[in-house]
């Protein structure tokens, strides 16, 4: 029975191998990006504030845009050039109450609801930084959305530029709310994870 047991675990991490070097089409690399053991989605709860945090490899941004099984090459790469010098990310942030996000969560009164959603559309970006290697960087693309569903999270679309060196090193995400007496909130995303990405396939 151990025999076969720790057959299992190596078989099993064999084909954790084989997954990492062959591509993978849109929908099997799309899960594989947002499952949180690959290192590439970080969360934390920090008093009622939850922060969501979704590395996004160009390959994902593509895919996401698309909605495609299956994605052309030629259209990959068109794409790709016109996303190349960024690195983009995706912030989710939401509240451990009932029926309230980010800018309803213990509202005062409706001048306040003006006021929060104008932070969160233009102001907030300030409060954001990406250190990668030694370079401490500001976003350069930031886009709230606006959401009117019942979703508790709200999320952002962030985009940092590329540091001048090629290699891939560990980037610490930093975000110090407004509304939430947080301090600093750290999320890490390892080189090794990010080097481990698989490539898509393309047709």
């Given at each position: 029975?151990?025999?076969?047991?720790?057959?299992?675990?190596?078989?099993?991490?064999?084909?954790?191998?084989?997954?990492?070097?062959?591509?993978?089409?849109?929908?099997?690399?799309?899960?594989?990006?947002?499952?949180?053991?690959?290192?590439?989605?970080?969360s934390r709860q920090v008093g009622p504030l939850r922060v969501d945090l979704q590395y996004q490899p160009t390959a994902m941004v593509i895919a996401n845009e698309l909605r495609?099984?299956?994605?052309?090459?030629?259209?990959?790469?068109?794409?790709?050039?016109?996303?190349?010098?960024?690195?983009?990310?995706?912030?989710?942030?939401?509240?451990?109450?009932?029926?309230?996000?980010?800018?309803?969560?213990?509202?005062?009164?409706?001048?306040?609801?003006?006021?929060?959603?104008?932070?969160?559309?233009?102001?907030?970006?300030?409060?954001?930084?990406?250190?990668?290697?030694?370079?401490?960087?500001?976003?350069?693309?930031?886009?709230?959305?606006?959401?009117?569903?019942?979703?508790?999270?709200?999320?952002?679309?962030?985009?940092?530029?590329?540091?001048?060196?090629?290699?891939?090193?560990?980037?610490?995400?930093?975000?110090?709310?407004?509304?939430?007496?947080?301090?600093?909130?750290?999320?890490?995303?390892?080189?090794?994870?990010?080097?481990?990405?698989p490539t898509l396939k393309l047709l």
């Amino acid at each position: 029975m151990k025999v076969s047991f720790f057959l299992g675990i190596g078989l099993t991490l064999c084909l954790y191998c084989l997954l990492g070097e062959r591509p993978l089409p849109p929908d099997q690399l799309m899960t594989y990006l947002q499952t949180p053991e690959h290192g590439l989605r970080k969360s934390r709860q920090v008093g009622p504030l939850r922060v969501d945090l979704q590395y996004q490899p160009t390959a994902m941004v593509i895919a996401n845009e698309l909605r495609q099984k299956q994605i052309e090459r030629s259209q990959f790469e068109t794409r790709a050039q016109q996303l190349e010098g960024l690195q983009y990310y995706r912030l989710r942030l939401s509240v451990d109450e009932v029926g309230s996000d980010i800018t309803t969560y213990e509202l005062r009164d409706a001048q306040e609801e003006q006021e929060r959603l104008y932070y969160y559309s233009f102001k907030m970006r300030d409060d954001i930084r990406l250190v990668d290697g030694g370079d401490t960087l500001a976003p350069v693309l930031y886009h709230f959305e606006r959401s009117y569903d019942l979703a508790a999270h709200r999320t952002f679309v962030l985009a940092f530029e590329c540091p001048p060196s090629k290699s891939t090193t560990t980037k610490t995400f930093i975000l110090e709310p407004e509304y939430f007496l947080t301090g600093a909130i750290k999320l890490k995303i390892k080189a090794e994870d990010i080097q481990n990405i698989p490539t898509l396939k393309l047709l």
